[in-house]
């Protein structure tokens, strides 16, 4: 089972990276299996702003991709101790500060470059949000977020 090979690979990772798993904690966000790794050694698997992390979970499904040809994609995100759910708050706190900001003073607002998963939580967390619209913009490690104010059509055909 492809949930098995996933705890197993992860399991030797983070030995190899010399963090000791306590549990792995199973969930599901998003559609996607969210698998908790509840360790004390939380730092070397997370890193800095999480790089570690998001390079944990992109080589586990490297090494799964074509594994079984036949068998449909399995779907998962790995996270340490919680940071990835806190990191997914803090983003979408941000954008929505941000997209106020926007409204109240009538002007775009750009973010920092962000990787595209955190581009994605961003455009999410804000559609449907009134008067502003999300761009992205840049390319490579510049890529980032534009918040720009919109009027609002209702209210400018008033």
Known sequence: MAK?????LVRDLSRRMGAEIEDIE?????????????T???????????ETLSALNYVVKK???????EQEPFRFVIDVN?????????????????AERARTFKYDVEMS????YDRMIVHAAL???PNVKTESEGEGK????????????AKSAA
């Open 142 to 153: 510049t890529r980032h977020i534009v918040i720009r104010y919109t009027e609002d059509a």
């Open 82 to 98: 919680g940071y990835h759910l806190k990191h997914i708050k803090m983003l979408e706190g941000q954008a929505k500060i941000l």
């Open 127 to 129: 559609q449907g949000e």
């Open 113 to 116: 470059p962000m990787s595209p």
């Open 40 to 50: 004390k050694d939380s730092g070397a698997l997370i890193g800095a702003r999480g």
């Open 4 to 8: 098995d090979k996933v705890k197993e």
């Open 63 to 69: 090494a799964l991709e074509g594994k079984d040809a």
């Open 26 to 38: 199973e969930s599901e966000i998003a559609g996607h299996m969210l698998l908790t790794i509840r």
